[in-house]
């Protein structure tokens, strides 16, 4: 045989020198080179065996034999240990009969003690340095297809745990957000059991989760005891395992309570926003070994992704919650007050119509209640979460009216600077209340119409059709029949709102509901201004029925809000109201009504008689107190700045307070 095989040895260089772009680099680059050196020197077979833990074990072999399972275990029980030990220990090629053995120095495995080429086959003299210099070339090249190994390994990681922390996003409770987490951590880092412990500052404990449940109870351990504790202060990953650890440093408590046996461990910090620890990433029993630094770094990977995650849904959450807290406030502001028939008739109405898309047209005087009405039906829909925008029609210019409502695209008009979006498109998905729909241009109308028509709008100086879903909710205070019958409202426009029409009676026709609304009011109010022990005295009451309310239920509420913040004493009486004389109303039908039996001059007089009381009075107060105005509020049981308020009103001079 000539010494050198041209073919074999272009095939073994080839083989030494291509590092394989796989998954399994490693193993395949082994295999190919093994497979080299057997064929070039023309031997049985050639193994790779590695010293691990003071034991040979085969890593890779090229032979007859094959390289399933069974055949390297029983060519491990035939390794000539002795002659392995010799060529190792002396680092010298050692040949006996017909195996030769090849030590490799030490190796890029940082487990790895030491390897060595076992062959199996017959090398003559020449040809020992030649296998000998090949071996090392292996032994070189085998740091980097490692080092490429575990590059691709990272990345593959990394996309992994990229995806999972997507799937985190979509959890909704956390509950199930840690247990997909720790779920994730078992899968990438082959463990029996992962575990968070979120730290409890303000209690200096770590509460695991997902439910590790002890009798029932969560798992808490100290925030300053065993390992975990350890990463909590030191914020660096921690090993421990059965083999070579300390055994004190685990919990065995827990174990036993678990039922559970901990045999390898690693625990790394969870650090979020602005550096901040969230808690400790725990995963136990690694499926076939301890855990190495690259499980540390995998596990400090996903930690981040984790403390993101955790973060995330804890902002969710809260917004979910204060999002509610605005929800509920929000509706609360439609809660329609009263018990007279047409008012629970409205709120009937309201209930049934919410549960559709209907268009609705509410009729009333102004003050009585339309917006009210409005947002009752909105908050009630299935649209309570979207927007409810209101749109007064009357202070719309019919130049600006096109751009308010549909919106315009940037430079459609001298002053358009950007593209602004309208009320129809803000409205998206909730509900646009178009109050004193009478008052809009027929050019306007004209523009309404198509779009209830096409739910499509067009930008102003747009092109683009943009679909809209908004439920539309439309008032007037003006006779539509009339305007129509002028030429002043589109029949066709008034049709297509009117599907389902509402009337709010004015406030001096709901009889006593005038005292429910005002005692609703005066509770919100007496709060707000600090005087919870406030009441209506009898006059109010009796005057209150009998006033004819021009500005129905809104003036009512001016009425009483300025009562709660201005007037003395603990009871609102008729004069604090500051109703307008002229309209008592005299033709009052109440029992209350009957009481007062004043006429209207007679009340004009107690108005001014009591405001000249007040002034005396107030002045009184400031002067016993040698002018001193917070000693005055005091004394008159006001707030400073709603004494100040309440001589505005009066007409008194401030300026000397
Ligand atoms: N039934 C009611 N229960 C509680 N508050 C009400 C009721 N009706 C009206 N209000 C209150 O009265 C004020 C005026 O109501 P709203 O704005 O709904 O009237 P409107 O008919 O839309 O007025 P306008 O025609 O002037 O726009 C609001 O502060 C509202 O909260």
Redesign the pocket.
Known sequence: MSLVNAEGAADLLGALLDIPDTQDARSRYLSNVLTGFRDFFAVQSVTFVLGRDGRWEVDATAGTTGESGDSMRSLANTLPLTQISEAVDTGRISVDDDVCVVPLSEGPDSARQSAALVIHGAIDRARQDMIGDAAAWMNRMLVHVEASQNHRRRIEQQNLVLEASARWQQSESDEALLKAIADTACQLLHCERASIFLWDRRRGVLVGRPALGINGQTLEVPDNAGIVGEVLRTRKPCFWTDKSDKENRVNRNIDASLNFQTRSLLAVPMVGERDQVLGVFEVINHQHDSFADADAALLTDLAVHAAVAITSLRVKTKLAKSRDRLLKDAAS?S????QHAT?RAVRENASKVAQSDLAVL?R????????????NIHFQSERREGPFIAV?CAALVESLLESELFGHEEGAFTDARRTRVGQFEAASGGTLFL??IGDMSLAGQAKLLRVLEEKVIVRVGGTQTIPVDVRVIA?T?QPLEDLIRNQRFREDLFFRLNVVPMN?PRLVDRGE?VLI?AE??LKQFRYEAGRVDLKLADDAKVGMLRYSWPG???E??NAMERACYLSTGDEISLPDLGLRGGQINSRGGSSMNRLLDAGNGELDRLTEATREFQIRHINGVIESVGGNMTAAAEKLGLHRSNLYRKMRQLGMSTSGG
């Open positions: 502001s809660v329609m007050i009263g008012i509410i009333g005087d102004n003050g009585t209640g339309k917006e009210v009405v409005a947002r007064n109050d004193e008032a205070n709010l509901d609304l609703h009011f129905n239920v809104r009512l509420r």
